[in-house]
């Protein structure tokens, strides 16, 4: 049934013209438009008594931190965004004008705007646009939460233990050389490691940061990120997190691509690139390869084992009712209270370990400095 629908758009001139037409669905009237020689910006549906139904963005109020959050990075994107400004009022589209700029507006962002000029959706795209984003700013956070206590202690450590070996340990070694007599094997040993540290600690400084840029070098090889990646989902502990936020950020992705309109060899090819993980991006081309061959996307993936049966029964089920995206939404949230409960879990058995692991170290130093007192009379002979 047609309905009218009020359109604002944007002329060859970069005039903004509103207006209206009488049409069977959004998609229509921009195609219409489009052939007009405008290029949309809103389509919105009147519902029966004229007036126009509008998306809810959340209200017009805006929060400070919101506001302070803009006002620092306004600096750096007001280039950008002059740019594009330029280029849609010369007559581009604003895709094109953002394609232009691809370390500020990724594939993703690019092709999710595509499809919501060609839907004449524009406007609820982007609301989804940045619902996606906070997605992955929430995801990261919480990984990021996971991951400072256990960073912190180690740092701890690593300066008391430092400390322990260039300056406590060394008095203790003049004290027994004073006294004379054969000290005990990890005395020794800890003595040895102490005067390594204090005679070449510029050595050590120089072997570190060259194994840091080595390894990040390594990780930017096909084989090395392809090794790596493949560690971090299945490294005890951690493993399972990276692997759950891992699945999260590929469902979601692929279902706003979905739900955008955006065609699913295309979203699939998006997906491979922004997902975060070699070894899962590697298993997603090998699906765009068998849907490009008539396949479908669900079949595919059993034959990867990083994607979970849960995850492929759910999207056999939404292929077969025709609501792919509905149930990929689904299974993000799953793994989104997946990884908060397992953040949880993560904070509960990491600190009485890295208690432990720190009470060990500095302990086991402590007793092996001591040990000799234990046998004083006999140094002292």
């Avoid at 519902?47 to 998306?55: H, M, Q, S, T, V």
């Avoid at 990075?73 to 007559?91: C, I, M, P, S, Y």
């Avoid at 691809?102 to 092709?111: A, E, G, I, R, T």
């Avoid at 930017?220 to 090794?227: A, L, Q, V, Y």
Wanted: aromatic share 8%; charged share 20%.
């Amino acid at each position: 049934m047609a309905g009218t629908f009020v359109y604002k758009v944007r002329d060859k001139q970069g005039q903004i013209v509103e207006g209206e037409l009488d049409a069977d669905n959004t998609t229509v009237v921009a195609a219409k438009l489009r052939e007009m020689g405008y290029i949309p910006i809103s389509i919105d549906e009147k519902d029966a008594g004229g007036l126009k139904k509008e998306i809810s963005i959340g209200g017009n109020r805006v929060k400070l931190k919101d506001l302070s959050i803009f006002s620092r990075q306004f600096a750096t994107l007001a280039d950008v965004v002059r740019l594009v400004r330029d280029d849609v009022e010369t007559g581009s589209s604003l895709s094109g004008a953002l394609e232009k700029h691809p370390k500020v507006f990724n594939d993703l962002y690019v092709s999710m705007v595509r499809a919501g000029e060609i839907g004449g959706n524009l406007d609820h795209v982007l609301v989804r646009i940045a619902e996606t984003i906070e997605s992955q700013v929430e995801l990261r956070g919480k990984v990021k939460s996971a991951m400072t206590y256990p960073v912190v202690v180690f740092v701890m450590v690593l300066l008391i233990v430092s400390a322990m070996l260039i300056f406590v340990v060394p008095m203790f070694k003049k004290l027994y050389d004073e006294l004379g007599g054969k000290l005990p094997a990890p005395t020794q040993m800890l003595i040895g490691v102490s005067e390594i540290v204090k005679n070449y600690w510029w050595l050590l400084a120089i072997l570190s940061i060259g194994a840091v840029f080595g390894l990040r070098a390594w990780k930017k090889t096909d084989k090395g990120e392809m090794i790596w990646d493949t560690f971090l989902i299945k490294v005890p502990i951690f493993g399972p997190l990276f692997h759950k936020v891992a699945l999260s950020r590929f469902t979601r992705t692929l279902a706003e691509l979905i739900k955008s309109g955006v065609p699913i060899l295309e979203a699939l090819d998006i997906v491979s690139q922004t997902v975060g993980n070699r070894v899962i991006s590697a298993a997603i081309i090998d699906v765009q390869t068998s849907v490009r061959e008539g396949e479908s996307i669900a079949r595919p993936l059993l034959e990867h084992s990083v994607f979970p049966p849960m995850v492929v029964q759910m999207m056999a089920v939404g292929e077969e009712t025709g609501a792919i995206d509905t149930m990929l939404l689904k299974i993000s949230e799953f793994y989104d209270q997946e990884v908060s409960a397992a953040v949880d879990a993560l904070t509960s058995l990491i600190e009485p370990l890295l208690i432990a692991v720190m009470g060990i170290a500095v302990g086991g130093m402590v007793i092996a400095l001591y040990m000799p007192m234990f046998n004083i009379v006999n140094l002292i002979q």
